[in-house]
């Protein structure tokens, strides 16, 4: 109860940050149904917050000068005007705005939460706040889905954030914090830091851009691929919850009850077998378990891939954080546009192949930038001597 008391102002914007995530898929196709436009014209809405991402890599330190609680306060004005353009917005350039005010509002709160959590008990503190957005991202779809059974429209849902988000829009939140040791920011651009970019850096790099662009297909297009297996709008946006459910599950178990396997292999296999579900299932109770199976599966694979960059010793560690949340951004911006451009032309089951194909090239890539010698985050645990 201490860390939720202590933490509350990390676990409000990471839980905004989750339901935004869990809301991507209901919103694309609740917003082209209540717009009365084809969804690739949507296309772009999962898309906003990496083009926010990208930005925050390059502004965050500076931002954060002023204070943690300052860049809280100006994300939750940005978040509520977004989210308020999405639900409300009867155009698609209102839609577009929302989308890119909601993007970025939610890159505030990812920049400041290392700088709000500090350095004690880091891991412990983090992990609370990933699982309340893990928790909000499970319970934002099943919402959305009942407010679009008892209201006009489910967009209305997107808006939930606003209730526990408002008292950071307290004056005293943009004062600018008193000189002084604070906590360590983790946010750096990678120019301003010694070293330099190697080979290895690099695919290590690219394994985080297309693990991330895998996830986001399933993040944006999962409820799409519903409907056209016969959901309708409404149990669609609730049924794409079964993917962050798996997610949830699949964080839980982690990487270390894999036993002696890769996790990036096995979070491959997983996510492959789910993605030919995905593409080849015809009933809606079968494409309902491919999602579960796909959360379960790439569940593990953002964490160990962001782990295999951070080994990499040519760079700071604060740098390449800097780079992990630069390659989410890439992946983000591009992913749910370039499906968008594929459900335009072929059915978008099918747009559902590019996942085998990602999860292929993460697997050549880590394969090409092994693990450092050093590590044993890939081979199996020594038996305990009695």
Known sequence: MTVLVRDRRVIA???????????LGPALIIGARDLDVARYQLSWLGSTFGFALLGAGVVGRRALGRGPMAVIAAGT??????????????????????????????????????ALVGQEDRAHRLAVAVGASSVAGLLAPGVIALADHILWTGRVALMLPILWLIPFLAPANWRRPTPGPGPEILIASPASARGSMTRDTWLRWLVIVLGVSAEFCFWTWGAARL????????????????????????RLIGPRHVGS???????????????AIIISGADLGVLVVGLFLAGLGIAVLYPVALALLLEDGNLPEASLIALAAYASGVAITITPSLLGALDRVIPIQYAFGLVP??????????????????????KPAAPRRR
């Open 261 to 275: 396997l890769n996790p990036i292999h096995v979070s491959a296999i997983v996510t492959t077998i789910a993605a």
């Open 227 to 250: 409907v056209d297996g016969g959901a309708t709008d409404a149990a669609a946006s609730g049924l794409v919850a079964s993917f962050a459910i798996g997610m949830a599950l699949g």
């Open 77 to 114: 004005v940005m978040l509520i005007m977004g989210t308020g353009l999405l639900a409300l917005g009867d155009r698609l350039s209102l839609l577009a705005v929302g989308g890119l005010l909601q993007g970025a509002g939610s890159s505030a709160f990812l920049i400041a939460t290392p």
């Open 357 to 378: 194909i990602l999860m292929a090239s993460v697997v050549w890539f880590t394969r090409a930038a092994p693990p450092s010698p050093s590590s044993k985050r890939f």
């Open 13 to 23: 914007i990471q839980a905004a940050i989750g339901w935004c995530l869990g809301g």
